[in-house]
C-alpha cells in the first residue's frame, strides 16, 4: 500500500513506509507510518 504523506521535518511529501490504518480517538480512519528518509512518524487523516 503506497500511501503519500506530508513530512514535518523533512518539509516535502514523502511515499510512507510500513503504512498501516488506524482509527483515531473519535472513530475516523487515518493511516499511520514511517518517512523513508528520516525516520519520522506520518499521519495521514482519511481513509487510505
Known amino acids: 500500500m503506497a500511501v503519500s504523506g506530508y ?3 523533512c518539509k516535502k ?3 510512507m513506509k510500513d ?3 488506524v482509527t483515531m480517538k473519535n ?3 487515518a493511516t499511520q ?3 523513508p528518509a ?3 512518524k506520518m499521519f495521514k487523516i482519511g481513509k487510505a
Do not use: D, R, W
Open 7 to 9: 513530512c514535518m521535518k
Open 13 to 15: 511529501s514523502q511515499e
Open 19 to 21: 503504512a498501516k490504518p
Open 27 to 29: 472513530g475516523k480512519p
Open 33 to 35: 507510518g514511517v518517512c
Open 38 to 40: 528520516c525516520g519520522t
